[in-house]
């Protein structure tokens, strides 16, 4: 089946570092990708999502790229601060139709002051 | 935040017994998404909802029932609980106009659930 994953379960960045988390995705129908933030006892939070005419999208210190090519897509996160340690998730819709989603495992952030 | 609240967010009960987990959204968002989170598997599908009484199965939806009567409410039924259901219940919605995938989900914060 489908699937996406993460490249590294676990991220340490010194706290005003960037960060960068990766994801690769397998179907190379796939339109359209979203990025998710847990944290401990919280449901995922939205942050950013990307349709696939696009290559890039920012939001407010966060760029989301996208290579279509090698389907590929990273999360980057500028100036990281302590509020954003938590764990990261990609997403991809499996249908267009349904909204179904194909999650990721995960990537941990670790900010260290 | 979006609209959603998810009752209980904890319980503990024993095996064999039925449990009733509640979604509810002010958002009135067509599509609801029940998933369970655990270790090693990350968020996976149960079932979701594409309107009122309308209902599909998710990637994991044995031994788990759904209903949706009222476009705020969808209901997550376990008909006689198993320990293997102990989890972290997720209730996500989305707005899906002209087709769910290209509209974000939203989360609810969970339901621990512990089956004993």
């Known amino acids: 089946g489908e699937s996406v994953g993460l490249h590294l379960p676990t991220l340490s960045v010194q706290e005003g570092d960037n960060s960068i988390i990766n994801c690769a995705y397998s179907?190379?129908?796939?339109?359209?990708f979203i990025w998710y933030k847990q944290e401990s006892g919280k449901g995922p939070q939205f942050i950013i999502d990307?349709?696939?005419?696009?290559d890039k999208r920012q939001g407010q210190r966060v760029t989301v790229l996208l290579n279509k090519t090698v389907k590929h897509l990273s999360l980057q996160i500028a100036a990281t601060q302590p509020g954003d340690s938590a764990v990261y998730f990609c997403?991809?819709?499996?249908?267009?139709?349904?909204?179904?989603?194909?999650f990721g495992q995960g990537t941990t952030l670790q900010v260290k002051p | 935040d979006a609209g959603i609240t998810q009752s209980p967010r904890h319980k503990v009960t024993e095996t064999g017994t039925p449990v009733t987990l509640r979604c509810h959204q002010t958002?009135?968002?067509?599509?609801m998404y029940w998933y369970r989170q655990d270790p090693g598997h990350g968020l996976r599908l149960i079932h979701y909802?594409?309107?009122?009484?309308?209902?599909d199965k998710g990637e994991v939806s044995d031994g788990y029932s759904v209903s949706r009567s009222k476009t705020e409410d969808f209901l997550l039924t376990l008909e006689s609980a198993t320990s293997s259901q102990t989890s972290v219940y997720f209730c996500?919605?989305?707005?899906?106009?002209?087709?769910?995938?290209?509209?974000?989900?939203?989360f609810g914060d969970g339901t621990r659930l512990s089956i004993l």
């Open positions: 996500a919605i989305s707005e899906g106009q002209g087709g769910g995938g290209n509209q974000p989900q939203h």
């Open positions: 179907n190379s129908a796939s339109d359209y």
């Open positions: 990307i349709r696939s005419n696009m």
């Open positions: 997403a991809d819709p499996l249908s267009s139709n349904t909204g179904k989603l194909i």
């Open positions: 958002e009135n968002h067509r599509y």
């Open positions: 909802s594409y309107g009122v009484k309308d209902t």
